[in-house]
């Protein structure tokens, strides 16, 4: 039973246009969410994190979504770069409850020059 | 400022023998996890120190799998004895719990366990 969920393995993106990656979540107990990024033979990377107290955060080419009531929320990258080629995961916790975060799947991006 | 170190990166044991991984995190972490990811999935959660206690460890499968941080810094994460469905990547990671992101964990680069 997964709790977090990327139902997209893969996708694919031209060099220049949007990138957007989807994450649903069950769990209505989840108030903090992370996104991280991870290039082959490396740990994951810390990318852009959001609190269920917002629904949008921004961080240069990239901003998270985020839709409380849907349980969804969604990574844009604009515009895309061929370096941003990686496999893009959410992870979901709750903030007052420790630092333990449920990890989705992932989804590979990428990005066509 | 030094990353998560983990050793060995690579690691191939026959089945039955033991095996172990360690971890040194960032300087003032107090926080440490380990997780273990399966091929084409996300890092699950084994065990989570604050300092030296393990705070939760419900994930471990402690026939097999022991974890300490003495000193509440550096961790070893042992299995004993291995069995082929515990080949992955086993993770560790570090937080601060402090600053803008206060859950922001830093990953070392893990360690690839093969057993045949």
């Known amino acids: 039973d997964q709790q977090v969920k990327q139902n997209s393995p893969s996708l694919s993106v031209q060099e220049g246009r949007i990138s957007i990656l989807n994450c649903d979540y069950t769990?209505?107990?989840?108030?903090?969410f992370l996104w991280y990024k991870k290039y082959p033979a490396e740990g994951p990377t810390f990318l852009i994190s959001i609190s269920s107290i917002k629904d949008k955060n921004e961080d240069g080419r990239f901003t998270v979504f985020l839709n409380k009531s849907a349980k969804h929320l969604s990574l844009h990258i604009v515009p895309s770069q061929p370096g941003d080629s990686a496999v893009y995961f959410c992870a979901a916790g709750i903030d007052n409850y420790g630092q333990n975060f449920v990890f989705g799947p992932g989804t590979r991006l990428s990005v066509l020059p | 400022e030094a990353g998560v170190v983990q050793s060995p990166r690579y690691k191939i044991i026959e089945k039955k023998q033991p095996v172990a991984f360690w971890c040194n995190p960032i300087?003032?972490?107090?926080?440490l996890y380990w997780y273990l990811q399966n091929l084409g999935q996300g890092p699950e959660l084994l065990i989570r120190?604050?300092?030296?206690?393990?705070?939760?460890d419900s994930q471990l499968p402690k026939d097999r799998f022991s974890a300490e941080r003495l000193k509440g810094v550096d961790s070893t994460l042992k299995i004993q004895p291995a069995e082929l469905g515990d080949s992955a990547v086993y993770l560790c990671a570090s937080s601060s719990g402090a600053g803008g992101s206060p859950h922001e964990q830093y990953f070392g680069p893990g360690t690839r366990l093969t057993v045949t």
């Open positions: 769990n209505s107990m989840f108030d903090y």
């Open positions: 300087s003032g972490h107090n926080t």
């Open positions: 120190y604050e300092n030296e206690e393990a705070v939760d």
